[in-house]
């Protein structure tokens, strides 16, 4: 059975459903197509869910800071929701890392005789942020005493924090886009199988049946690329996994800590603390269902919460999970329209819940404008 709207938007992570509530408040006739029963099922249920805003780009930093304003920081204002089920916890960010050296850092691709806290407190100035400083070595040591950080300097952000229940937030956007407007649909155990040009629009082939609609948005994550049309199937892509581990019994509360030195960064989750590496380990994986998301032990995080944190001698492994990991070799996503109505939001690995808040506004805007989005050309699919 055909099912017509103005836009159908595929995939319902925390973008999809993000994109859904932006149009949503525009009045705009909505189908979302989600292949899972619920929404969040994929990665944004295992992210991190971290709203840091410091980046090696000015104007990542910028983007991040602007989606924490819009959304994070004020979530029931936010969605209009009296019980949502995630909150942000604003409990700071502190990243650490050594001083600038001959080598430079690869796990973060900084360059010979760069300091990282001098890079991220530049381009968070250039970025607008301003609630943040720079922290020397025995001012850290005094600020953050339950963490070893002996000969490491830090930057210490305030406003930032996680999402917790990363899947709740995306729940939260899709009832609040309801809310706002009716003609917002969501599909569930919908997997788009293919999507072509139909008249003017574009037509999204399901086991349902076709969904036709005007304008197209792909934000499947990692799909995203093999339901484009080959002709359009244009980037270079590293894919890789991030694994993450669970550890229980942690002491104290604390920030949310982005460890440059260490490879890794931690956060709370619940009693316990939630660990992942920086940098993804290189996969071959040739398409995404080829992805294990099981998990039992991540020794590698375990060894860096350990060696990072006081008094986890006795933390027990609570378990652990892979994430796929899909980057443009730039490490940048892809924001762009890249057909006469055809958008697309993807390749935000390790971004989701940075920028979603921010990049659905600017995607909505350009949906009803007819354009391609404004202030994101950092992103745009032929750079």
Known sequence: MKRTADVAVVGAGIYGCAIAHALAARRVRVAMLERESEPAAGPTRRSGACTRQFYGDSRLSALSHAALELAWNRWRAFTGL???????????????????????????????????????????????????????????????????????????????????????????????????????????ARPATRVRRSGSGWSVETPAGPV???????????????????????????????????????PVPHPVVCDVAGGAYFRRRGAGLFAAN???????????DDLDARCNRYPFAERAARARFRNLASASPAGAATIYDVNRLDGNPVVDRIAPGLHCAWLFSGHGFKFAPAVAERIAEAVVSGEAPRGLEAFAAGR
């Open 82 to 188: 009296r019980d949502p089920e995630a909150d942000h916890d604003r409990c700071g960010t502190v990243v650490v890392a050594p001083p600038a050296s001959a080598k430079g850092l690869s796990i973060i691709q900084l360059p010979p005789r760069v300091d990282a806290v001098d890079l991220f407190a530049a381009n968070l100035r250039a970025g607008g942020v301003t609630a943040f400083e720079t922290l020397g070595g025995p001012e850290l040591e005094r600020r953050f005493p339950f963490l070893r950080l002996r000969g490491l300097r830090g930057l210490w952000e305030r406003d930032s924090g996680y999402m917790r229940e990363p899947a709740g937030a995306a729940r939260d956007l899709a009832r609040a886009a309801r809310n706002r407007n009716a003609a917002v649909t969501f599909h569930f």
């Open 212 to 250: 036709e609609c005007g304008t197209l948005i792909l934000a499947a994550g990692a799909w995203t690329e093999y339901l484009l049309p080959v002709s359009l199937r244009r980037h270079r892509l590293r894919v890789g996994r991030v694994r993450t581990a669970f550890l229980g019994g942690l």
């Open 278 to 288: 920086l940098a993804a380990e290189p996969a071959t994986l040739r398409r995404p």
